[in-house]
């Protein structure tokens, strides 16, 4: 970040929901680098809470809370209380097959969770939203999906009533996240299994973890109301290449054998609609794509 960006969230009292989470972790420790007014990092997960917390209290001025995001009344609580300037709506649940397992929490996290934040925070009069999709959410066959697309819908409709800017940021897989295959392979290869690939097909967009973060904050600086800002991926790799590539580097004589696609799994994920990219401007690695109404 440069000083305009560190500027951007000197005087700012940040909200990270989702704080427990792989993007929201990492989210956390990079605000608290740049020393926000405050930071408060909320998610029920007590346990990886306390550990963000732990790592960032002495930086910066930071609050742990612990909170559903699904119970609107502790969630507006919490908005009153701490009145963000800005909030990072990161917590979801994000495993493709496990939500076509359970769709209910699915939509009961992603979609009624989603609407409640959005809720609160015009209610509390946030300045700004950043609410984090995937890939997953363009042409959506998965559960998992098409809440993810639904909560983009609430978010970007609520800009309507031109009291706070909700903006969306899309990006595909993160290496090392808990979604991620990466962790799973390398599992696999610890314990001397053979890796397993659904189909020689599959393929998925990767990136850093820090890198996605940074270029989240990027997002959330340059970002205006209504508009959906997706992060360069680069090119997508062949999960099948990925995997081999692994095994090579590990030296242990292993195989990779194939599975089958799992309900709601796609062999390719899109990070925009034709449409949407038509409309799609490029700035500092960030596809800006516009509002109709602008």
């Not at 970040?1 to 990079?30: C, H, P, Q, W, Y």
């Not at 020689?200 to 904050?217: S, W």
Request: include cysteine.
């Amino acid at each position: 970040m440069n000083k305009t960006e560190r500027d951007f969230l000197k005087n700012k009292k940040v909200l990270i929901v989702g704080a427990a989470g792989s993007i929201g972790g990492a989210l956390s420790r990079r605000v608290a680098e740049f020393k926000p007014k405050s930071l408060t990092i909320l998610d029920q997960n007590e346990s990886e809470l306390f550990w963000i917390w732990e790592e960032t209290k002495e930086t910066c001025k930071t609050n742990m809370v612990i909170a559903d995001i699904r119970n609107r009344e502790r969630i507006e609580e919490i908005f009153l209380n701490y009145r963000p300037d800005i909030v990072y709506h990161c917590a979801a649940y994000k495993h493709v097959i496990l939500m076509e397992m359970w769709p209910q929490e699915a939509h009961r996290t992603n979609v009624h969770g989603t609407q409640v934040i959005v809720d609160a925070a015009l209610k509390s009069g946030v300045d700004k939203v950043v609410f984090i999709s995937t890939d997953k959410a363009v042409n959506p066959t998965s559960v998992m999906g098409m809440t993810k697309k639904e909560g983009e819908k609430i978010c970007l409709n609520a800009n309507k009533l031109k009291k706070t800017k909700f903006i969306v940021v899309r990006f595909g897989n993160v290496m090392a996240s808990r979604g991620s295959v990466i962790p799973i392979f390398q599992k696999q290869i610890n314990e001397g299994k053979h890796l397993t690939v659904t189909d020689q097909r599959m393929e998925r967009y990767f990136m850093g973890i820090y890198e996605a973060v940074d270029l989240v904050l990027e997002a959330s600086m340059i970002g205006k109301a209504g508009d959906i800002m997706v992060l360069d991926m680069g090119n997508p790799m062949p999960i099948y290449e990925l995997a081999n590539l692994m095994v090579k580097l590990s030296g242990k004589n292993l195989r990779v054998n194939f599975t089958k696609a799992g309900k709601g799994e796609k062999f390719f994920e899109e990070l925009m609609t034709p449409a949407e990219r038509k409309r799609a401007i490029k700035r500092n690695g960030i596809y800006i794509i516009r509002s109709k109404s602008r």
